[in-house]
């Protein structure tokens, strides 16, 4: 079955680099994504990356994904307050039901 | 602007009442997701439709209904037989054409029972 697995706490000082993990376990999806979710609100796509990559550069943003151990990972360059949220590590297939199947999220606290 | 609006924010339902939540998408997006979010918990599908006048079970049905009379619309019906239904609502729609499975989200629903 499909299952995707994250931390659950990251605390990084303000300017650092943070850097959240996630692991998958279907080795046929098709789409890698990071959502950030801020309190009380719905889901901000980040960034995406397609299962044949394994770099994507966005601005403070840097996905990493290793297909053979199944590793998916978020950079964010010079963290800011306001990049506290949880993030989300989703993952889905183009074929049937298309739905993302999420981790449990990472809660990310800046310090300034 | 192209988007997706969930109705109300905030939504309190008395025990063995049955409430609707609302969906709605001017994405042209044939599918449709419903999501429940728990507290340190990630989101579990609920219900989709992948087309009008279609839908189908998601991983936590028992509780709930949905229909898709409409491609813009999917509302959700928490029912009395939903034993916990306090959770943080989320919809999503997802084009079913093109390269890219990007799902758009709206804002949310928060139930509580009260």
């Known amino acids: 079955g499909e299952d995707v697995e994250q931390s659950l706490f990251l605390s990084v000082r303000e300017g650092d680099s943070s850097v959240i993990n996630c692991t998958y376990t279907d080795s046929s999806s098709t789409y890698l994504y990071w959502y950030k979710q801020e309190p009380g609100a719905g889901l901000q796509l980040l960034t995406y990356i397609f299962s044949n990559m394994d770099m994507k550069q966005d601005q403070r943003l840097t996905v990493l994904l290793n297909k053979k151990d199944k590793h998916l990972s978020l950079r964010i360059a010079d963290t800011q307050t306001g990049d506290s949220a949880i993030y989300f590590c989703?993952?889905?297939?183009?074929?049937?039901?298309?739905?993302?199947?999420f981790g449990s999220g990472t809660r990310l606290q800046v310090q300034p | 602007d192209g988007g997706i609006t969930q109705s109300p924010k905030y939504l309190f339902r008395k025990e063995g009442q049955n409430v609707t939540l609302s969906c709605e998408q001017n994405l042209n997006h044939d599918a449709m997701y419903w999501y429940r979010q728990d507290p340190g918990q990630g989101l579990r599908l609920i219900y989709y439709s992948q087309i009008v006048n279609d839908f189908q079970k998601g991983d936590i049905a028992e509780g709930y209904s949905v229909s898709r009379e409409k491609k813009e619309s999917f509302p959700l019906t928490v029912t009395s037989a939903q034993k916990n239904p306090t959770a943080f609502y989320l919809c999503?729609?997802?084009?079913?054409?093109?390269?890219?499975?990007?799902?758009?989200f709206g804002q949310g629903t928060r139930l509580t029972v009260v």
């Open positions: 999503a729609s997802i084009p079913m054409g093109g390269v890219r499975t990007e799902a758009f």
């Open positions: 989703a993952e889905s297939k183009d074929t049937g039901r298309r739905a993302l199947t």
